[in-house]
């Protein structure tokens, strides 16, 4: 919840003093820019010239200045492709009309951006140079901490929030202040976890899909063994609580087999002459946002540690079935040594197919 | 009883009920039989509820000759008391008491979570798993049977186990990063601590793979950071011997996988960002860096004579190289999904390899083609091994995520 939609309103009322903008600039208007600047990119490419487009490097900067590619040097070659693919999500988003987080964008090519922040200044700066307000593009700050549906939490001043309709949601309030939550007819909650949230909930299964990574299944942890901060608060009944996923099954299922028609061999092992080179060289030209994603990354030397150390912890609960079943996913993972976040799972922005399919599974199970 | 129901019941009902009392006066004629198991769901159909329930009350009300509980009691319990158990022994297994010929309940738990690597001596198996017990398999017996099993090995569970080719040594790395060394009593045929390697040069869980030589003095391994450790495990301090750097210190991409030839010459290991690395161990030196298969390796074997590195992964696909040269020599398709691991046979003909799908292939390396394929699972196979050759057959065994040990009698030969 550290940043809410009124924060990023007022910083973008700051972008509207520094250049005032029109209002309100049609889809059709920032679509049209858009593509003017890719059409410049493309005659660059057809004229054999050095690919370059016009972009302001710096807010303070008045003058717009060319990125080239591949440039003086690696940084400006990666920050070409940087704004090559924020263009091409924001032109994406605005054709088919959703909404973009910049957090999603940061994990369409987490290896790309390295930081959170250099998507967020770039999508910023973008907007800059477009002379567009950053909602134009169809990007929003990323949303945390928020819900939707037929639920209502009344707080100790006797104010009620929600129910939440819509596609934005409703930002949670503070735990502090929640007295009670209603469920009125919800038949089932799903939580979608990027970081620890504790509440209480008795009446309906709660499904937790929480990132495939030691901090992920921290939360899990947390949630299912009642371990740590639960067992110190009083809970007076344990909601029932379902991993919906990510598991290493998920990821087993789609990431391990090989399409041996649509993986390309890898280039120093290609035979010479075989003609799935080249056909697997043309499937791979129609990039599209799907396309581009970072599939699945390495575990980093703190992941392990932390791997280890929730490790060292389920020891205690070892009878339980729940930790036993954490102790082999984290096991898989430290063998396996990938992770996946929550949005691997999507398609362009897209999860509600995959959790169409795994609710169901889920619902009809229990 | 059909009979004194009768009068009771009104007329239409009464016919549905004398067929039901024909049915008991004819079975005992043979030859209707076929024609009467015909009839008898007929007529159960035809009972209307009513019927079914007075049917039931009726049932319960006639008198039954009843034996009283206590006693039936008296009669089943008639010289059968509890008698004194005294047929047990020892179990050689885990050495808990068992009764004699029966199976150890201890032991038939076995592993309980997925079995991440295997290690064969020629007359044993070594299993290590996500529990914290290893488990010592008899493979000179063609059942297989455990014959120790070693608790509280690992506390966090263990990812690898390896064994010196001599056979009198065993070497076993853990989630919680402890490298643990086993000798093989001779005499008695167990396996027995051999101490720990520890020390100032060892960081918490920095080992990852791990391989033996040939004679178990040496213990090579990898780190998160992509280095290669070789460590003098004859000796009591069990100190750092080398450090092979891969990539500028510290950055190096994760070691998936280490192999040492049988010879000692060379170490091979395989990294995540898809490197192969030979290094000459006489010198200390990098000898070859292969980076052919652009994605994670995570199994790498140097062939018995040394010849030959095999390193296989997320790329599904087996690249062989030479080690006098360097120089990549053939690839071995056919796996679909990504390769876990990798065995060369006894004679350097066969290469076994294993998948995350299940599969698991032998491979001619003569031919360059795939002889063979299994799979008893369709779960991930972590490890695949050859057994020693003691037979006329080779043998090999898998194990993995269904949480046991497969054993296939390889009919090469013909």
């Known amino acids: 919840m550290d940043e809410t939609t009124a924060g990023s309103r007022s910083r973008d009322g700051r972008q509207v003093i520094i250049r005032p903008v029109t209002a309100t600039t049609s889809a059709g208007t920032v679509v049209a820019r858009i593509e003017s600047i890719l059409k410049d990119v493309l005659d660059c490419l057809a004229e054999g010239r050095e690919l370059s487009m016009n972009f302001v490097l710096n807010r303070s900067g008045s003058s717009p200045q060319k990125v080239h590619f591949p440039g003086r040097n690696a940084l400006e070659a990666t920050k070409f492709a940087r704004i090559l693919l924020i263009l091409q999500l924001a032109h994406d988003a605005l054709v088919s009309g959703t909404v973009l987080t910049k957090r999603h964008i940061f994990y369409q090519h987490q290896g790309l951006f390295s930081k959170q922040r250099t998507a967020d200044e770039l999508v910023d700066n973008l907007a800059f140079a477009l002379n567009v307000q950053r909602d134009d593009l169809n990007i929003v700050a990323s949303s945390k901490g928020v819900f939707s549906g037929p639920l209502c939490i009344c707080l100790h001043e006797d104010t009620v929030i929600g129910p939440a309709i819509g596609d934005a949601g409703t930002p949670l309030p503070a735990t502090g202040s929640i007295k009670t939550i209603d469920c009125g007819s919800t038949k089932w909650i799903l939580v979608v976890e990027k970081d620890l949230v504790r509440f209480n909930c008795p009446q309906v299964p709660v499904f937790v899909l929480a990132d495939y990574d030691p901090d992920g299944l921290n939360i899990l942890r947390c949630y299912r063994l009642k371990s740590d901060i639960m067992s110190r608060e009083r809970s007076p009944t344990a909601p029932d609580i379902r991993w919906l996923g990510i598991r290493s099954q998920d990821l087993l299922e789609l990431e391990t087999r090989l399409d041996q028609s649509a993986t390309p061999l890898p280039i120093d092992l290609q035979p010479p002459n075989s003609p799935s080179s080249q056909q697997s060289a043309s499937s791979r030209t129609s990039i599209s946002a799907t396309e581009c994603r970072e599939p699945i990354s390495p575990l980093s030397v703190r992941d392990r540690k932390l791997a280890v150390g929730i490790l060292d912890k389920l020891r205690e609960a070892r009878d339980d079935p729940d930790a036993t079943e954490l102790q082999r996913e984290l096991q898989v993972m430290l063998m396996m040594s990938i992770k996946a976040e929550i949005q691997w799972l999507d398609e362009a922005g897209n999860l509600t197919e995959w959790l169409d399919v795994k609710l169901g599974q889920m619902l009809l199970e229990s | ?414």
């Open chain 2, 1 to 414: 009883m059909a009979t004194a129901l009768l009068p009771r019941l009104s007329s239409p009902l009464a016919f549905s009920v004398s067929r039901w009392a024909n049915f008991y006066t004819t079975q005992y004629t043979h030859k209707f039989l076929p024609s009467l198991s015909i009839a008898i769901p007929g007529v159960t159909i035809n009972l209307p509820g009513l019927l079914g329930d007075i049917w039931e009350s009726v049932l319960r009300a006639v008198p039954k000759n009843k034996v009283s509980h206590s006693k039936k009691r008296s009669r089943q319990m008639a010289g059968k008391a509890l008698k004194d158990v005294n047929h047990l022994c020892k179990c050689p297994g885990c050495g808990e008491v068992k009764r004699t010929h029966r199976l150890c309940q201890n032991c038939l738990e076995a592993h309980i979570t997925d079995i991440f690597s295997l290690a064969a001596t020629p007359r044993t198996l070594i299993s290590a798993s996500g529990s914290s017990t290893l488990h010592v398999h008899d493979t000179t017996d063609p059942s297989f049977p455990l014959r120790q099993s070693i608790p509280n090995a690992h506390k966090l569970g263990c990812h690898h186990v390896c064994t010196s080719r001599n056979g009198l040594y065993a070497a076993s790395a853990g989630f919680g990063g402890e490298v643990k060394i086993w000798e093989l009593n001779k005499e008695t045929g167990d396996w027995n601590s051999g101490g720990e390697v520890t020390g100032p040069t060892v960081k918490p869980g920095e080992v990852w793979a791990i391989a033996l030589s040939e004679d178990g003095g040496y213990l090579a391994s990898t780190t998160s950071d992509g280095r290669i450790n070789v460590w003098d495990v004859a000796d009591q301090s069990k100190a750092k011997i080398r450090e092979y750097e891969t990539g500028s210190a510290g950055s190096g991409s994760f070691g998936m996988c280490v192999d040492l030839s049988r010879d000692g010459k060379f170490t091979a290991s395989g990294h995540q960002n898809g490197s192969v690395y030979v290094f000459n161990n006489d010198t200390g030196r990098i000898l070859y860096s292969l980076s052919g298969l652009a994605k994670p390796v995570r199994a790498v074997a140097i062939s018995p004579a040394g010849s030959r590195v095999a390193a296989a992964g997320d790329a599904g696909i087996i690249a062989i190289y030479d080690t006098k040269h360097g120089e990549h020599v053939g690839n071995l398709t056919g796996h679909s999904s990504w390769i876990t691991s990798l065995d060369w046979s006894d004679t350097g003909e066969y290469l076994l390899s294993g998948s995350m799908d299940g599969k698991v292939k032998v491979w001619s390396i003569e031919r360059g083609v795939c002889v063979a394929t299994h799979s008893e699972t369709d779960k991930a196979l972590w490890a695949v091994r050859w057994l020693p050759k003691t037979g006329r057959s080779e043998m090999f065994c898998t194990a993995g995520a269904n949480r046991s040990i497969s054993f296939y009698r390889e009919a090469t030969g013909s």
